[in-house]
């Protein structure tokens, strides 16, 4: 399966993709906010990536409309294993 699949899913795109469970900031890029805002993040990460085991989970979550939490942890696990997310964004605890 390739996530550009996931953005042409006319079920995924007509209904209205909830909020993550928290932002998740990427470096050197946007914040995401959405699960919208992922799956057009998701298209352009390239196919090498794309092809993860890691970033093939997230598109099947988003594809079976898993809820938010369970998108975001995948999401964020991803970013974070690609060493693209943003830790220092995150307010220390």
């Not at 085991?53 to 991803?78: H, M, P």
């Amino acid at each position: 399966m390739s996530l550009s699949s996931v953005k042409a899913q006319p079920a995924v795109r007509r209904v209205p993709l909830p909020n993550l469970d928290r932002p998740l900031p990427i470096k050197g890029g946007p914040t995401l906010h959405m699960i919208g805002q992922a799956v057009d993040y998701m298209t352009c990460i390239g196919s090498k990536r794309e092809l993860l085991q890691r970033w093939q989970r997230v598109a099947k979550l988003i594809l079976a409309k898993e809820d938010a939490l369970t998108v975001s942890r995948a999401l964020e696990l991803a970013l974070f294993m690609d060493a693209k997310l943003d830790v220092s964004k995150f307010p220390a605890e």
